[in-house]
């Protein structure tokens, strides 16, 4: 199948990947089937950023704020995700994907904390497209992080770059464009710093349903923007 042209893409792409459980609970089907097809369409979007040439893809999995959730959904969550990464990984490989693990990931089980990064290290020499996925993310834990770190080093003055350089993202692109399924017009504490002038792109399309034409939909949405940075 041919792939799709675009005249102008973004270099950086950023996912929020909203209505997992709404789109469960319209089939009356539990939360967790609404993740698994989740997962499945989590793959489709790397899949097809990569074969567009799309150099930076990130997607805001499990916020900080998530951890808050019944334990049995964060469970099969982390479960999910462990699993389902550790499962991609070869095709990542294939792919030339390289894997960026963004968020506290102190918090998970020392197992599957393990587990993630060892699919960053196997995937560290690759040279393609950089897939970030936000894990136990938060923009304004990101911040407090930097800040934080700062003050171990003994800094009185704090420039832009300093904070930059202890970000999860440090050495990334901002993102141009950032996508929102399902309806909602929120930022949703993700990528706090790094969105200051990204173009955001909102949709009803539930998570589990946005396949490659959606995507599509985007990022020719996007050709269409005048970007001034504010000039």
Known sequence: MAIEQFAKLPTHVAMI???????????LLPRTAGHKVGLDTFVEMVDTCSDLGIKYMTVYAFSYENWNREKTEVDALMTLMETGIRRYTPEMHRKNIRLHLMGDLSLFEEGKRASLLACQEELSGNTGMTLSICLSYGGRQELVHACNELIKEGKTEITDAD??????SAGLPDPDLIIRTSGEYRISNFLLWQSAYAEYYFTDVL????HKEELYKALHDFEGRKRRFGK
């Open 17 to 27: 990947m909203d209505g997992n459980g709404r789109w469960a609970k319209k089939r």
């Open 207 to 210: 998570w589990p349903d946005f």
């Open 163 to 168: 904070i930059e350089r202890h970000l999860y």
